[in-house]
């Protein structure tokens, strides 16, 4: 299984949404929180899983929520570069593609 590295920006959108969905109720901060490591844990065991995207990234979808976890893989780490939600702009996180060549 690959290490799983956030860039700092999807870091931040992740904590950001699980606060958002804590505040409307702690059970479904903890459902989002569960359902992105799931998918994560999921593109991590086998990447290519994930539904190929824009930019050559690849996404896999948390459970019901209406988010997808847009990665690269990069030899033995898959690199989360959003935790973007359904009604940003496609490829909004498209400048983030450097910071995953880094790290």
Do not use: N
């Not at 590295?5 to 901060?29: K, M, N, Q, W």
């Not at 990234?57 to 893989?73: D, E, L, N, Q």
């Amino acid at each position: 299984m690959r290490i799983v590295r956030y860039i700092d920006e999807a870091r931040e959108e992740f904590l950001h949404e699980v606060e958002c969905f804590t505040a409307v109720s702690p059970r479904l901060g903890r459902r989002f929180d569960e359902a992105v490591q799931k998918a994560e844990a999921l593109a991590a065991e086998f990447s290519d899983a994930g539904f190929p995207y824009k930019f050559g990234t690849r996404r896999v979808f948390p459970g019901k929520f209406k988010f997808s976890i847009v990665y690269v893989v990069r030899d033995d780490e898959l690199v989360v570069l959003a935790v973007a939600p359904f009604r940003r702009k496609p490829g909004y996180w498209r400048s983030r593609l450097g910071a995953a060549h880094s790290g």
